[in-house]
């Protein structure tokens, strides 16, 4: 199993920066995605950024150019940099890894962006 602890959260005003950070343990070796997600009150949950054991990243269109997403392999932790933060970036992100097709994920963290 994989463990995953979110850090990062906060309160921020519009055009404000956060960085979340995502501590993975246990059964690491094999994670193949980790990414972050969001989901905002009465709204699905949805995929904000990735980044692949490769490397390579993915962003959904919301996030793309404000949103920088990395990794710190040495520490099994990835991060997620949140620039330019709009009132309706305001949610629960929750990190999550994919290891063998399994889906792991942390306990959520709140970001809220006043306006």
């Known amino acids: 199993q994989v463990q995953l602890v979110e850090s990062g959260g906060g309160l921020v005003q519009a055009g404000g920066s956060l960085r979340l950070s995502c501590a993975a343990s246990?059964?690491?070796?094999?994670?193949?995605?980790m990414g972050w997600y969001r989901q905002a009150p009465g709204k699905q949950r949805e995929l904000v950024a990735s980044?692949?054991?490769?490397?390579?990243?993915r962003y959904a269109d919301s996030a793309k150019g404000r949103f920088t997403i990395s990794r710190d392999t040495a520490k099994n932790t990835v991060y997620l940099q949140m620039n330019s933060l709009k009132p309706e970036d305001t949610a629960v992100y929750y990190c999550?890894?994919?290891?063998?097709?399994?889906?792991?994920w942390g306990q959520g963290t709140q970001v809220t962006v006043s306006s």
């Open positions: 999550n890894a994919v290891r063998d097709f399994m889906n792991s």
């Open positions: 246990g059964s690491i070796l094999s994670i193949s995605v």
């Open positions: 980044i692949s054991r490769g490397g390579s990243t």
